[in-house]
């Protein structure tokens, strides 16, 4: 019901930057949030920004200060702005949304395919 299409991955050598781009296919504004998660190879998926429809946002730990999550909703499109790239950033970066704050299961979660971070010197 909900199409997520990353795009911007690729890439760059230390402290360069890359922008990612989540392309819905519904508007983002009935969606209660948007974020970007993170799958380095051999490590478990891990969240690395949300932002509500709200406009709250949460960061990992590791990416703050270096990371911003945006959404332009004209575009129906949420961004992660990614400076001062690390090895350690290195991950396929998935796009996901969360229809609804207190409703789990098929339907209400739905996740992008995926875009190659590689950050190598």
């Known amino acids: 019901q909900v199409q997520l299409v990353e795009s911007g991955g690729g890439l760059v050598q230390p402290g360069e930057s890359l922008r990612l781009s989540c392309a819905a296919s519904?508007?983002?504004?009935?969606?209660?949030?948007m974020s970007w998660y993170r799958q380095p190879p051999g490590k478990q998926r891990e969240l690395v920004a949300l932002i509500t429809n709200g406009g709250s946002t949460n960061y990992a730990n590791s990416v703050k200060g270096r990371f911003t999550i945006s959404r332009d909703n004209a575009k129906n499109t949420v961004y992660l702005q990614m400076n001062r790239l690390k090895p350690e950033d290195t991950a396929v970066y998935y796009c996901?949304?969360?229809?609804?704050?207190?409703?789990?299961?098929?339907?209400?979660?739905?996740w992008g395919q995926g875009t190659q971070v590689t950050v190598s010197s």
């Open positions: 996901k949304a969360d229809r609804e704050r207190f409703v789990v299961g098929p339907g209400y979660q739905y």
């Open positions: 519904v508007s983002i504004s009935s969606i209660y949030a």
